[in-house]
């Protein structure tokens, strides 16, 4: 059965009244015993001219359920940023993607092997300039049927980019090299970004830190991330932590 988007609309129907919507969480800080909350709207007009307003509230307990899609990730690669300075066009990410017709008779790298990645080779396997080049570090072997559709050439993963005449050169860890590439386009996931807590519990590794399960703040469970799971993509997953109330010691959850 295919997911209706009115189902979300008819969970929160009840609670709309309880919403704030159009408001940017700039600051969650904990502040004695509270979450001291920093708030920010754009658009209020004062004076007939659109100024932000800003204001504070504070709270006994803070859920943050914000998702981690709404910031690319893309693999540190020799050369790439100065390639990408003299070609920008000729990368992106699968966040970006909308279009298939953009890439007909197009040469092109999709660098990943997971979902994004698959669904990536099942629309532009047929349409680009043949073979369409795949570079994975490992693969979904859940997800075989699009690795070996035709037309698809497996890759190692990238090595080295550097720009070409007439696009980009691609390099793999093999040795062997794609030239003249019109199209890179990294299907790698996403950074977490929690930049309104305070302190920032993101790690250089793309973890968080400090948190039971990627869910309660250990030692203060008022903080609770929900949505954080790695291989967990469909809502079930997300309603199961949002049940989750039952807690060991804070010394066990920190083992």
Do not use: C
């Not at 693999?75 to 990368?91: M, S």
């Not at 298939?100 to 669904?119: E, F, H, L, R, T």
């Not at 570079?135 to 049927?145: I, P, V």
Request: aromatic share 10%; no cysteine; hydrophobic share 40%.
């Amino acid at each position: 059965m295919a997911f209706s988007p009115r189902y979300l609309d008819d969970l929160s129907k009840d609670y709309l009244h309880l919403a704030s919507f159009n408001t940017t969480v700039v600051k969650v800080e904990k502040k004695s015993s509270e979450w001291n909350l920093t708030l920010r709207q754009s658009g209020q007009f004062v004076g007939g001219e659109p100024k932000d307003y800003w204001w504070e509230e504070q709270f006994d307990a803070v859920i943050v359920a914000s998702g981690h899609y709404s910031v690319p990730f893309v693999p540190d690669i020799t050369g790439l940023k100065d390639t990408f300075e003299k070609r920008p066009t000729h990368f992106e990410h699968s966040k970006e993607f909308q279009n298939p017709d953009d890439y007909v008779d197009k040469k092109v790298v999709v660098v990943g092997g997971n979902v994004s990645s698959a669904d990536l080779v099942a629309d532009l396997h047929a349409i680009v300039k043949a073979p369409l080049e795949l570079s994975q570090r490992g693969k979904n072997e859940a997800l075989d049927s699009a690795w070996n559709l035709p037309g698809v050439k497996l890759r190692p993963t990238v090595k080295e980019i550097r720009a070409a005449p007439l696009g980009v050169d691609v390099r793999f860890s093999d040795g062997t090299i794609a030239q003249n590439v019109d199209r890179i386009i990294f299907a790698t996931g996403y950074k977490l970004s929690y930049p309104f807590i305070t302190p920032d519990p993101v790690t250089p590794n793309n973890r968080v830190a400090g948190f039971y399960q990627h869910i309660f703040k250990i030692g203060d469970p008022s903080l609770a991330l929900v949505g954080q799971v790695r291989a967990g993509v469909s809502f079930r997953v997300y309603e199961y932590q949002a049940v989750a109330v039952t807690l060991p010691s804070p010394r066990e959850q920190d083992q």
